[in-house]
């Protein structure tokens, strides 16, 4: 079954034979612990912009792992806007 899984995986997608398919537990919120646990290093810290739920269990999860510093963050407003784009 994992193999057929896999091979299925790859014609729906298009992943090529020289890439490998991980099958991971968890849903997207499990995610939120993945990316900082692989990417951000101990002693240093991230940039968040926090423009709802989601974002907000982002910053959650990146604090157990490292640093924090929120970059933006649209709480006071009951996130009815996000950040000016910098042009």
């Known amino acids: 079954m994992l193999q057929q899984t896999e091979k299925d995986i790859r014609t729906l997608a298009g992943v090529p034979d020289d890439y490998k398919v991980l099958f991971l537990p968890g849903g997207a919120s499990l995610q939120f612990s993945m990316v900082p646990l692989n990417f951000l290093p101990r002693d240093g810290s991230a940039d968040y912009i926090v423009s ?4 907000q269990k982002a910053v959650k999860e990146a604090k157990k792992v490292g640093g924090v510093k929120i970059a933006w963050t649209g709480e006071a407003d009951n996130f009815k806007a996000i950040p000016a784009r910098a042009t």
Not at 52 to 55: D, E, L
Request: aromatic share 24%; proline share 0%.
């Open 52 to 55: 709802g739920a989601w974002s």
